[in-house]
Structure formats: structure tokens, C-alpha cells
């Protein structure tokens, strides 16, 4: 908690308060105060990963690579993951017809700004081209298509990408193989010998098996664990095992590090390469604090063992997420919101690297103003505004002392209790983007004096 700063102008009274997660009110000592926000941490993550051997990385979309979303997956992150752009639906939609573009974009910007890449995903069972998904092949035509596709796609990449996601979810939830066109086709021998084509094609990359669901242990990452020691055993090249971790609030495996450890004690690397914590809609701050515990978990586990190579988060920002689209009603999984603003487990994650957060800066403002008054009425404003962050809702208070009271509000929804007015925002102004302002007002009446109130913006 910290104490108001307010304005100095006598018809108008300014609040500052940090952006991020909203923070809620609370009435202390007759003074509404608003708890510290999100703000910068004093150093990006990739600075903290770095100094601490690890990657801290981001999936990206390659078209959205300009502008703040470009700012903050260069600043924030020193590996990137393409989350769709070099599936084999993306690369090869028909047959022998290649589109390299967006794969390549998301290279070429990682290159730029010294970011690793982690190349996603060869072989899988989703996003595969119809005329793939679609065709009668024998095992004979089957193991050339996905030999030639590793040979091709590894091999344009080669020296360039720090590691490569070969085969992608092979394990159903009771650890049996999940039934694929390339399991059925090929038997279980697919994922050797995608690994060994994938090292063939390229010596300097780490190759991966990566799946869902397989964080802690269970069936699953126990079937994980037992295919990785056998891989090891035949000296099929397997230098690391992905964990997904598309977890759900309050879901964060017990066994998390000692599963990392026990995948790090058959001599491969581990990498969470998915991170994200869905919430039901809409997330409270209490939920937000949540999620950002549960992140700082995540990647403290991480950093406890020597072979976890860091984390990927599957899209720094709620604007760029799947969940919403996957999962209707929920979202809000990522560090950042939609309108970029980090949130309490962008935070969490910088602490869990050995980040430090400094002081609030000041970053939004709500001004009250009272616009016109008459002998018992009078019309009011509050403005808020925003510069160096951004909101995506907005809750304003503040306590009359003289006993006003509001009559009608409109752009927004205020609710009057005694001397206690809070105000938040309406469906469609919720947002308030950095540099810009959003105004709401009402009416009131009062009687012998209308001091301007201290305004808290939460
Ligand atoms: O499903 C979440 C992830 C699970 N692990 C493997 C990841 O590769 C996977 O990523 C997601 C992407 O984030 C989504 O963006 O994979 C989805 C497909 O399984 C991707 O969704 C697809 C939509 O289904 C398509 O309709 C859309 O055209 O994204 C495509 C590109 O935006």
C-alpha cells in the first residue's frame, strides 16, 4: 500500500496509481489508497535468463513482429518460438509448394536481436497439410514424406536454430502411443527415426520430444520418461524433452521439479516450451496474484535443476493467446494483457529469475473536475489517462466530504454508498491505451460547499 498523491489545482484533483493488474480499493484511515500495480522491472527477462544460464522465450506470430509487440518480444525475450509458422500445414499447404515467409521472418528477426529459435514442430498428428492427412500411403511412401520434410525444413534452417520440437505429442493421457498417420503408419519407431533424420539434417541442433499434460508425474510423463531411457539406450540421438505446461489456475503440478529432475537424471535437457495459466473470465486482481505465484513456481523449478533450460511462454501477451479461442469463457493466461501492459506475472517471472521490481512509476491518472455547478446541482468529470502503460478496464473511487450526491452517471456505472462513489468503467471504454484518455461524467447535487474529492484509480 502507498498513499495518494493528489493534484494541486483546486477545481481538479489528480491520482496516479501504476497500470497492470486492477488493485481494488480499500477504505483505510478515511482515505481510499490504492495498492502498487505492475510496472517495469528494472531489467528485461532476458537480461536476468542470461545472467543465469537460461532462456526465457516467447511462441510469436511472425506478421505481428513490428510495433510494441516487435519492442517487447525483442526486449523481453532471448528465444522465440514460431507457434504456428513452421508447422507443415504453414510450410507446405500443397504438395512440393513452399511458403517459407512468415518461418523465415521470425528467423531472421531472432538473428537480428540475438535471440535463439526453437524450431516447431516436425511431426505431428495436428496441423498437417490436407494433402498429407488425406492420402493412402504405404509405410514405405509415409517414411519418406516425413524423412524428406525433416531433411528439407531442418535442413534450411541448419546452424541457425538452437533446437527443434521433432515429434509433438506422442502419448495419450494413459501413456499408451497416441494413435497418429504416423504411428499407425510406422509403427513407434517414427519418433527414432524422425530423430535421427532431424540430427542428420542438422548436428548443432537439440532435439526435442515435447508434449502436453506430462509436467508432473503421471502416466504419461512416466511413458515419456521410459521412450527418452530407451531412445538413450539404442543411442537414438534425444538431447531433450518439452513440457508444455498449458496449466489452469490452481493446477500446478506437486511433482513439477522432481519430474524436470528425473527427465535431467537420464542425461537430457528439459524445457518448459509452452507456459501459460488460463483463468475463467473475467480474472480479479486476487486471481491475477495468483497466477503470478504459480508462474513464479513454474520457472523457480526451472531454475532449481542444472538441465531445465529455461522457459517458453506460449505468447506473451492475452491478445496473441489460443486459449480464448480453445477454450471459451477463459484466457487472461500470459504475463502481458491485451493492451500490453505486464501484469503480475510478468513480475513473478522476473523475480524467479533474480529480478529485482522498483518502486511504482507513474503512469495513469484520473482527474476530477467539476464542469458546471448551479445553486443545488452540479456536473462532474473524471478523466483518465494514461502514459507509459495502458489499461484494459478501470475502476475509479472516491469519498465525498461534504456530503454531494450523484444523481446520474453516464459512460460509466457509479454506485454511491453514504460518501463512498465508485465508478467503473462501461462495456465499451474500458481500454485505455498508452497516450491516450478516456472521460466519464455525472450529476449531483450539494449544498453549502462542493470540494473536489481524492480520486483513486484501481
Ligand atoms: O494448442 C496449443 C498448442 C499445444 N501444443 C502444440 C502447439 O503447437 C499448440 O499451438 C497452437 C497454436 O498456438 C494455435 O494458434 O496450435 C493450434 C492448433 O492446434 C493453433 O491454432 C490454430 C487454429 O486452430 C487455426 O484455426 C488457425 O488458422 O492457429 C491457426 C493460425 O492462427
Not at 514460431?82 to 531472432?110: C, L, Q, T, Y
Not at 534452417?157 to 502411443?177: C, I, K, Q, S
Not at 509436467?215 to 521410459?226: D, I
Not at 511504482?360 to 443545488?376: E, K, L, R
Amino acid at each position: 500500500m502507498r498513499s495518494l498523491r493528489t493534484g494541486s489545482t483546486p477545481a481538479s484533483r489528480v491520482t496516479r496509481v501504476l497500470t497492470g493488474a486492477l488493485t481494488g480499493f480499500a477504505l483505510l484511515g478515511g482515505l481510499l489508497l490504492s495498492a502498487p500495480a505492475a510496472h517495469a522491472a528494472d531489467e528485461p527477462l532476458r537480461d536476468l535468463a542470461d545472467a543465469k544460464g537460461k532462456v526465457i522465450g516467447t511462441a510469436v506470430t511472425g506478421s505481428k513482429l513490428t510495433g510494441t509487440y516487435g519492442e517487447i518480444a525483442a526486449r523481453e525475450f532471448n528465444a522465440l518460438t514460431p507457434g504456428n509458422a513452421m508447422k507443415w500445414a504453414s510450410v507446405e499447404p500443397a504438395r512440393g509448394s513452399f511458403d517459407w515467409a512468415e518461418a523465415d521472418r521470425i528467423v531472421d528477426f531472432a538473428e537480428a536481436n540475438g535471440q535463439q529459435v526453437r524450431g516447431h514442430t516436425l511431426v505431428w498428428h495436428s496441423q498437417n497439410p490436407d494433402w498429407l492427412t488425406n492420402g493412402t500411403w504405404t509405410a514405405a511412401e509415409l517414411r519418406r514424406l516425413m524423412t524428406d520434410h525433416i531433411a528439407t525444413e531442418v535442413g534450411r534452417y541448419r546452424g541457425r536454430l538452437a533446437t527443434w520440437d521433432v515429434v509433438n505429442e506422442p502419448f495419450n493421457e494413459d501413456g499408451t502411443y497416441r494413435q497418429t498417420l504416423w504411428y499407425n503408419g510406422l509403427g513407434a519407431d517414427y519418433i527414432a527415426e524422425a530423430l535421427t533424420a532431424a540430427r542428420a539434417a542438422d548436428p548443432s541442433a537439440k532435439l526435442y520430444i515435447n508434449d502436453y499434460n506430462v509436467e508432473g508425474v503421471n502416466a504419461k510423463s512416466t511413458a515419456l520418461y521410459n521412450l527418452v531411457r530407451d531412445l538413450k539406450a539404442r543411442g537414438v540421438p534425444i538431447d531433450g524433452v518439452g513440457l508444455q505446461a498449458h496449466l489452469i489456475l490452481g493446477q500446478v503440478p506437486s511433482t513439477l521439479q522432481q519430474n524436470i529432475q528425473r527427465f535431467a537424471d537420464l542425461g537430457v535437457d528439459v524445457a518448459i516450451t509452452e507456459l501459460d495459466i488460463r483463468i475463467d473470465l473475467p480474472a480479479d486482481s486476487a486471481e491475477l496474484a495468483q497466477q503470478a505465484a504459480e508462474y513464479r513456481q513454474v520457472v523457480n523449478a526451472c531454475v532449481a535443476v542444472d538441465r531445465c533450460a529455461g522457459v517458453t511462454v506460449w505468447g506473451f501477451t492475452d491478445s496473441d493467446s489460443w486459449i480464448p479461442d480453445t477454450f471459451p469463457g477463459q484466457g487472461a493466461a500470459t504475463p502481458y494483457d491485451e493492451n500490453y501492459a505486464p501484469k503480475p506475472a510478468y513480475h513473478a517471472i522476473a523475480e524467479a529469475l533474480g529480478g529485482t521490481t522498483t518502486p511504482p512509476t507513474d503512469a495513469c491518472t484520473a482527474t476530477y473536475s467539476v464542469v458546471n455547478q448551479w445553486n443545488t446541482g452540479f456536473t462532474g468529470q473524471v478523466r483518465i489517462a494514461c502514459d507509459g502503460a495502458a489499461l484494459s478496464s478501470w475502476k475509479v473511487g472516491w469519498s465525498y466530504g461534504a456530503g454531494q450526491q450523484i444523481t446520474q452517471a453516464w459512460n460509466a456505472t457509479c454506485n454511491q454508498s453514504g460518501a463512498t462513489v465508485t465508478c467503473s468503467n462501461a462495456s465499451y471504454n474500458g481500454t485505455v491505451p498508452d497516450g491516450g484518455s478516456v472521460t466519464f461524467g455525472f450529476n449531483g447535487t450539494w449544498s453549502g460547499s462542493n470540494p473536489v474529492p481524492v480520486v483513486t484509480l484501481g
